[in-house]
Structures are given as C-alpha cells and as structure tokens.
C-alpha cells in the first residue's frame, strides 16, 4: 500500500474519476448481464474467478460461445481493460467480450487493483498472475488455446500489456505465440476479421 496520498490526488481520484469509472464498467456490463445486446443468446459468461485474494479485483471474467464442441479449443484474447490506472474496473471489457465469444472465440477479462491503492508494479503483478491463472484454467476446465492467443488492452491496459511482455518472468508459463496488441478503443468484429485474414490457419478453433 502506498504512503500517504495528498488530499487533491485524493478528492481527483476518489471523489471523481472513481464514480466516473463505475458508471462506465456498469453501462457496459448491464446489458449483457440483462440479455439486451446482440448476440448475448449466443454467450455464455463466467465471472469473478480469482486469481488472488487481496482485492476483489483480482478475478477474471471468461467470455465464450454458448455451445462449444466438445474437445474443441478456442482462439483465445486476452483482453486488459483500462481506465487511467485509476478507474474503471473488469466490467467495462463486456462489449468486447460478448462481441468476440458471439463470433466463435474466448475473451478472458482481467482485473486488477487500482492506483493510488496500490503501486505500479502490483498492478503490473496483478495481470501477470491473472494470465498465469488462464494458463492454468486451459490446462484444466476451460476450451481456451494458449497456443493461439492474443494478449491485448486498451489504453492503460494497454501500458499494463506492454509492460507484461516486457518483463514477463522466463520460468513463468506463458503462451506460446502470444500475439500482442494496444488499442485506444478497439472495435471487436474488425479485430476479429483482420485477425483470419493474417492468420486463418492459425487462429481458428482447435479440435485436438
């Protein structure tokens, strides 16, 4: 936890950016929690499987089709919101998980703690083990396919991301061709679509 926090970064943070940040996480989530958006019939969610046990904002939601076949493994995004460092929470990554798993692929939308209750480098930590725990997830329960993932964010989360390539541990597992990109704001189906025409062969469901 870091020092004592001046009263402006205070008032800034807490008393204006942070329910700015949660009006925006809710207006992304609410509707597909509701139902109300295209495609949700097609999208099934798993949400708050954590990954640490220090703030509720350790845990990732997990985006994918309704009816996966079975064996089969999913091209994979993993997809880290922003929000100034400060706000905002894993919510706010819905539209573009419910856009992506209603096209046939899994979105993994991780959490992290925020500035200023937390140092930089603990939210850097934070994606780190979150990444870890969908590497874990893929050995296990989930259709995800680590060995055709992308590893993303927006905006701060783009700076997380970009960070987490830079100094991501060489024992730690990792995926083996992760594919990295930033975005200001990404539209989900041009992502998608630009993604089969780089790779077709590559970034496709998995059967075996």
Request: charged share 25%.
């Amino acid at each position: 936890m870091p020092g004592k926090i001046p009263l402006v970064t205070r008032f800034t943070v807490y008393g204006i950016m942070r329910p700015i940040g949660a009006v925006l996480s809710a207006m992304h989530g609410l509707g597909h929690q509701r139902g109300l958006n295209p495609g949700d019939d097609r999208v099934r969610v798993l949400r708050g499987l954590r990954y640490g046990q220090r703030s509720r904002a350790q845990a990732i939601d997990v985006y994918l089709p309704r009816h996966v076949p079975r064996g089969a493994r999913l091209p994979t995004v993993f997809f880290v919101h922003g929000g100034a460092w400060v706000m905002c929470n894993r919510a706010v990554s819905a539209s573009m998980g419910r856009s992506l798993a209603a096209l046939g692929y899994a979105v993994v939308a991780p959490g992290y703690r925020l500035l200023p209750d937390c140092k930089p480098e603990e939210q850097q930590h934070d994606v780190q083990n979150a990444l870890q725990k969908t590497l874990e997830l893929a050995q296990k329960d989930l259709p995800l396919d680590p060995d055709s993932m992308i590893i993303m964010g927006e905006s701060a989360g783009a700076h997380l991301t970009a960070r987490l390539l830079q100094s991501y541990p060489d024992e730690a597992p990792k995926p083996k061709r992760p594919l990295a990109g930033a975005a200001v704001r990404a539209r989900a189906q041009p992502l998608a679509r630009r993604q089969r025409e780089r790779d077709p062969a590559g970034f496709e469901p998995r059967t075996s």
